[in-house]
């Protein structure tokens, strides 16, 4: 049933499925009830006019969180709003979400900041959101970070931008700092990177495409990990694409540099070779690497040196897909493939499934500093249930978002969203 | 004349094309080349075939060899050249797509400044499509007359030593030259700066040379590729006094080795930088051989892609 975000029905009745919470730890098999929004004993609810979930063979856990996503609002929702990004979030899985803002104009003032928290204060995600590094993300002023930072922001990112000046950054550093929240930088020497386009190797050179180098983004992460190490502040590394970068920071991690990273389910899943054929919804920044590069982050995130996934949900319309590879824009959707992806690789890479759960939960959580909802009688309800044995084939059907660009129709998955609930709206596949 | 088929649909590019279709299109290409030379030059073959030639860049030589080939052929033919602006401003491929079906077209010649643009084209038309080149990436019909110039210097490619010198990460003829080339079992080496060499490019099977001496002492041709001036003064190439020096082919050069070698350009060739006046216009520089194969060799290629088609319908 295509039905998401709809009223949350007065009570649920989860049975038959077991209980982990990542805040503990902890797993139990048990039935839990919802009434009006609240986890309640199994007991408490009335069985019969209860809406009834069989959770059978399913993990109950707490709603995935995704620090990063594009959700296009303001000035493009015609790719994306917040209404059908949430949606799209809450058929992944996720029931929290952090947004970039690169959008137009950008989320670099206090303004916009509230108008979004606003906006999407009654959604079923909850929506989160990431004030700019710097005006209009140019790179060149700092953004009114303090005043953001008071309007509610989580992080400061000029995502889809690096912040090329070392200068810059090292302030907005220590702003960050100071307030006890990550700088987020999307590290690619733009020199470096220059036209690039997909993976600089054998590949772009058949193809006779621009490559971007990895060291265009290890060279920058290399910067950005000095200087957190001499501000002491707080470092987030997004998309981390390859193994170079991975090797980095886990140097610097390990001298006890604040740094933490995420890894998406596109870079731990697919390398380059999906561009094969010029398929532009394969074109992605930072690139779709090499296997050795795709290898190294599945064993940074079994490892513990990358902290989380995150999406980079990066919705475009299919007009603008239909272009050549030069002129098509970056990027592609995430969130209703990410627990299939990450789930399948990670699987077969050792993860048991908690801690797969881990990286989309207390991993981000972590990240941004936020406290998850326990999983506990009189919590407010905050779930996702997922089926890890399921095996399903990504379709159309699938995508919740309002874009659907995205390299992964047709790919088979183990691991499968079943339902998610908040208590503002649930998702129920069946 | 061309009673062999090929098993590709369009020529994209030549990554890929066996042996055989390469050496069926080159066979043709001799008896259009025997044709060319007659006092009557057309023959009826693909009359009533529908040929848009598509120019999104500027490329003169390429549409008129193209322009000709196809009016040999007797079809009927279409050019639309649209800048390159066009690309730009949000001409997506689809609508060129769009206006393909339109007009009903069974053949679609591109010129493209953007890498797989072709192969993207042929994933959304039923028209037969024919790369005239896609940026860095192919220009599949370039190194098939070069090909067939070489074939017909040597009268063999399996095993012959062929050069590539310039700056082969921005040429359009590159690629296809060494995927045609390796398939038909020569050797290739590259020669150039440093960062003018695409990385990682020996995995495709060629070797590179950074020293134009060594290369010329070793092969048994040159393709010598044309010098954007656009790439000067941007860090790309510091002088043309170095370029010259370092890899130009001047006659002084060849003179030092004593050997007979055949020299390429696929043109429009800057005198007096990648190569001088006295090499382009000797009798090693098999450069005019080159204009007329081209228009042979495509005549080659829309032959073969076109008339199996034709006959399947009349059937
Ligand atoms: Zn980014």
Redesign the pocket.
């Known amino acids: 049933m295509r039905d998401v975000s709809r009223t949350l029905p007065e009570e649920i009745l989860i049975t038959g499925g077991s209980i982990y919470d990542p805040a503990t730890g902890k797993s139990r098999k048990s039935d839990i009830g919802v009434k009006q929004g609240v986890l309640v004993a199994p007991d408490a609810v009335q069985t019969d006019s209860a809406t009834s979930i069989d959770a059978t063979g399913c993990i109950i856990t707490h709603g995935l969180i995704d620090i990063?996503v594009h959700f296009r609002e303001p000035g493009r929702e015609d790719k994306e709003n917040l209404q059908t990004g949430a949606r799209a979030a809450l058929a992944g899985g996720f029931t929290r979400v952090c947004m970039?803002p690169n959008t137009n104009p950008p989320i670099d003032s206090p303004e916009v900041v509230r108008s979004l928290l606003e906006k999407g204060a009654d959604l079923p995600v909850q929506i989160n959101v990431i004030g700019a590094i710097t005006r209009e993300q140019k790179g060149v002023e700092l953004a009114e970070l303090l005043e953001m930072y008071a309007a509610g922001v989580v992080a400061f990112?000029d995502?889809?931008m690096p912040v090329e000046n070392g200068q810059v950054l090292r302030n907005a550093l220590l702003y960050a700092r100071d307030l006890g929240i990550p700088i987020?930088n999307?590290a690619?020497d733009t020199h470096l990177r220059a036209d690039g386009v997909v993976n600089q190797g054998a590949l772009s050179t058949r193809l006779g495409l621009p490559g971007n180098p990895v060291e265009a983004e290890a060279s920058m992460i290399h910067r950005d990990l000095l200087l957190a190490g001499e501000t002491d502040a707080r470092l987030h590394v997004?998309?981390v694409s390859t193994a170079l970068a991975v090797e980095l920071i886990r140097k610097f991690k390990g001298q006890g540099v604040r740094v933490t990273a995420e890894a998406t389910p596109h870079h731990l899943g697919l390398t380059e070779d999906t561009l094969t054929g010029f398929n532009t919804n394969a074109k992605v920044?930072?690139p779709l690497r090499a296997e050795k590069d795709r290898q190294a982050i599945v064993a940074a995130l079994v490892d513990g040196t990358i902290d989380c996934i995150a999406t980079?949900h990066a919705p475009h319309t299919v007009d603008e897909k239909e272009h050549d590879m030069i002129n098509a824009p970056f990027g592609m959707i995430g969130l209703d493939s990410a627990v299939g992806m990450a789930f399948t690789v990670l699987r077969q890479a050792g993860l048991a499934v908690e801690q797969i759960i881990d990286l989309f939960t207390s991993g981000p959580a972590a990240v941004m500093g936020m406290e998850l909802t326990p999983i506990e009688e009189g919590a407010p309800v905050e779930l996702v249930i997922i089926n890890p044995d399921e095996n399903w084939t990504y379709g159309p059907e699938d995508i919740y978002s309002r874009s659907r660009n995205t390299p992964m129709l047709g790919m088979n998955f183990t691991g499968r969203v079943s339902a998610a609930i908040t208590s503002k709206g649930w998702f129920c596949r069946s | 004349m061309g009673d062999k088929t090929i098993s590709i649909k369009h020529l994209v590019g030549l990554e890929g094309v066996s042996r055989d279709d390469i050496r069926i299109i080159l066979d043709t290409g001799f008896t259009f080349r025997e044709v060319l030379e007659r006092p009557i030059k057309k023959v009826p073959t693909l009359t009533g075939i529908n040929v848009v030639n598509l120019f999104f860049e500027n490329s003169t030589r390429t549409r008129i060899s193209f322009e000709l080939a196809e009016k040999r052929l007797s079809a009927d033919v279409t050019s639309f050249s649209a800048a390159a602006s066009s690309v730009k401003k949000g001409e997506t491929l689809k609508d060129t797509v769009q206006n393909i079906h339109a007009m009903k077209m069974d053949a679609v010649v591109m010129r493209h400044p953007v890498p797989g643009a072709a192969i993207q084209l042929s994933h959304f038309v039923d028209a037969v499509v024919i790369n005239a080149g896609d940026g860095t990436h192919e220009h599949p019909t370039q190194a098939l007359l070069d090909m067939l110039s070489l074939q017909e210097k040597f009268g063999y490619l399996e095993g012959l030593k062929v050069g590539i010198i310039g700056d082969i990460s921005h040429s359009r003829v590159a690629l296809s030259n060494i995927f045609g080339l390796l398939a038909m079992g020569a050797k290739v080496t590259l020669c150039g700066p440093g960062h003018l060499i695409p990385p990682h490019v020996s995995e495709l099977g060629v070797e590179v040379n950074g020293d134009v001496d060594e290369v010329i002492e070793w092969a048994d041709a040159v393709n010598v590729l044309r010098i954007q001036r656009e790439r000067m003064g941007v860090g790309l190439i510091p002088s043309v006094r170095e370029y010259r020096s370092q890899f130009g082919i001047s006659l002084e050069r060849l003179s030092r080795h004593k050997k007979e070698l055949i020299v390429l350009h696929p043109g429009p060739i800057n005198r007096g930088v990648e190569i001088d006046s006295e090499v382009a216009d000797s009798d090693q520089a098999i450069i005019l051989d080159q204009v007329l194969n081209g228009v042979a060799v495509r005549m080659s290629v829309l032959f073969h892609l076109l008339k199996p088609r034709e006959e399947m319908e009349a059937a």
Do not use: K, T
């Open positions: 990063h970039m990112s995502d889809g987020i999307h690619e997004p998309h920044a930072p980079d």
